[in-house]
């Protein structure tokens, strides 16, 4: 049992997934992988163990490749989203060495085949390592093209059994009606259902996923990673970002 030592806090949840995206990783940098975006999400994750927190990790890969874009100036999307697939493995792989590097054991599961660097995706498997206290990565997605790494998320916490999805957007700090990056008038939701999140056409994730969780009870919660003490205070139960449940929230 590779365990962490000390006192645990009152967490409200025993198992969680964490969706990390490509553009959390970036950091400042127009592009690419950010040395210490890497080191502080790393830090952010040892709290949650630190909790007593079963966590695991899906990675995207917008911050170095976008398959949608790609495809839509005349890549075949197949094509794309493959590669797209490779992209969130380079961001596995850097994530992984910052959390070995503050002692964290982890595992790299992809269901594409890339052996050298990373085991294959087995239920089974990711399971364990979970219960041993490891910190297990998700890359590559679903392992099949048209599916966006957001419904890779949502089969994941599935089939781990987590108990809530943590959705970190990269400089938002929960779901608005508009881009407030772009309008200053744009609206937060503290909460929301998933059919208010599908039905309004919110630019949360993409359908599959939402109804994933719907239809599996497990609940939502959209939040700013680079604040940070907010990952911590949502697993001890503080209302941050914005949540989405089933029914009325």
């Known amino acids: 049992m590779e365990s962490r030592d000390g006192p645990k806090a009152e967490v409200g949840y025993k198992r969680a997934l964490l969706k990390l995206s490509g553009e959390a990783l970036k950091g400042e940098r127009p592009y690419g992988v950010d040395s210490q975006a890497l080191s502080y999400t790393a830090q952010r994750i040892e709290e949650v163990l630190n909790l007593g ?128 990056n772009i309008n200053p008038q744009a609206r937060k939701f503290d909460s929301l259902t998933y059919m208010d999140a599908i039905n309004l056409r919110l630019d949360v994730m993409d359908s599959t996923a939402l109804s994933l969780y719907m239809d599996n009870h497990i609940p939502v919660v959209v939040f700013d990673l680079f604040t940070p003490e907010n990952l911590r205070c949502i697993l001890e139960g503080e209302k941050i970002g914005t949540v989405i449940v089933e029914g009325e929230p």
């Open 53 to 180: 927190v079963e966590v695991a990790v899906a990675v995207g890969g917008g911050n170095i490749w976008r398959g949608a874009e790609d495809s839509s100036q005349g890549m075949d999307r197949a094509t794309a989203d493959y590669a797209g697939m490779l992209a969130t493995v380079i961001n596995a792989l850097a994530l992984q060495d910052a959390l070995e590097r503050i002692g964290i054991v982890t595992r790299t599961q992809s269901p594409i085949a890339v052996q050298a660097v990373a085991e294959p995706y087995i239920k089974r498997r990711a399971i364990p390592h979970v219960e041993k206290g490891r910190v297990v990565i998700f890359a590559a997605g679903t392992g099949s093209p048209y599916m966006t790494t957001d419904t890779a998320a949502a089969l994941r916490a599935v089939e781990l059994g987590a108990e809530v999805l943590l959705m970190s957007k990269h400089g938002v700090d929960g779901v608005y009606d508009l881009d407030p």
